[in-house]
């Protein structure tokens, strides 16, 4: 997620969490753009090869320092 409200963070990141995902924070705002072209980037391979639409990405290795819900 990027974000540049911290009250708006802890919300989200706690969203996030309750339901059993583990919430990524990429930085501000401004990085929403990255996170957008990969969400093109998937529909876009989904389009060319008949996928389901059901696929998404998996960051595998993140940082120790990525949020966590405490």
Known sequence: MARDDAAA???V?????????NPVDVGP??????LEALAFL???LNVAHAGS???GWKLVGAPATV???A
């Open 67 to 69: 949020a966590k819900v």
């Open 53 to 55: 639409g059901q696929s």
């Open 29 to 34: 705002l401004g990085r929403a753009r990255e």
């Open 42 to 44: 998937n529909i876009s």
């Open 9 to 11: 963070k802890a919300t």
């Open 13 to 21: 990141l706690e969203l996030i969490d309750s339901i059993g995902l």
